[in-house]
């Protein structure tokens, strides 16, 4: 829970399972969507991969609790590897494992400690799939998420929403997509659609701790 008056609110291992529980949620009740998006520009299958992925994270949160934030993060980012056959999975998988090494073993995390580490994990995974911001993927919204994240929980969901957004227009340089060369343009990037479920779900989660 979150703890404090504003200036120096600190987040636990409760916080961190309720982000990922309520990502498990979103991914599941917007499965349809994203396979739509997957279906136009990939291979229809990015809703099923994180639905998948993100119920053995909560399953395996629940089973063994980490004792740590960044335990919690490194154990869902290596379930999601261990489950997620896509190019999402280890992505997504790297995001987490990395962030969550990154923040450490302290017992509690500040906002700003997150999206510092948030910004280490989102390195590792332009450095693992080799895309940049501009090559519509996941990092179009990662990247200006994990900026937003320094101002305030609200900032950085507004940013991943106009961050995958902002894909629309762009032709596809990395992954599944690039292979449709121009006839990937005009539609919205699927991981980039699920990466702003991400932050909108730590919004949410923030809220209901009266965070911003
Ligand atoms: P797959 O492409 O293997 O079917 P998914 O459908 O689950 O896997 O995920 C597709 C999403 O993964 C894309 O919409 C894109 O956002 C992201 N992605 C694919 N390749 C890369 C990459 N090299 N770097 C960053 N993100 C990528
Ligand atoms: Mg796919």
Redesign the pocket.
């Known amino acids: 829970m979150g703890e404090g008056t504003g200036m120096t609110e600190t987040f636990g291992v409760d916080f961190l399972v309720r982000w990922l529980a309520a990502v498990a949620e979103a991914v599941d009740r917007e499965a349809d969507r994203l396979t739509e998006?997957?279906s136009a520009?990939?291979?229809?299958?990015?809703g099923a991969?994180?639905k998948r992925g993100f119920a053995a994270v909560t399953t395996i949160l629940a089973e063994e609790p980490p004792a740590t934030p960044g335990a919690v993060l490194t154990a869902a980012g290596r379930q999601l590897i261990s489950t997620?056959?896509?190019?999402?999975?280890p992505?997504y998988g790297t995001l987490l494992r990395r962030t969550g090494k990154t923040l450490g073993d302290g017992d509690r995390v500040t906002r700003e400690q997150l999206a510092e580490a948030l910004g280490s994990g989102v390195a590792a995974?332009?450095q693992?799939?080799?895309?940049q911001v501009g090559?519509?993927?996941?990092?179009?919204a990662l990247v200006p998420a994990v900026e937003g994240l320094r101002a305030s929980f609200g900032a950085a969901r507004a940013a991943a929403e106009e961050g995958a957004l902002a894909t629309v227009p762009l032709r596809?340089r990395?992954?599944?997509?690039?292979y449709l060369g121009e006839r990937s343009v005009g539609h919205q990037?699927?991981?980039?659609?699920?990466?702003a479920l991400l932050f909108a779900a730590l919004d949410d989660v923030a809220r209901t701790e009266g965070a911003s």
């Open positions: 998006l997957d520009i990939g291979d229809a299958d990015h991969n994180l997620v056959g896509g190019a999402s999975g992505l995974v332009s693992l799939g080799g895309a090559d519509k993927t996941m990092l179009d596809a990395k992954g599944r997509a690039s990037d699927p991981g980039a659609t699920s990466s």
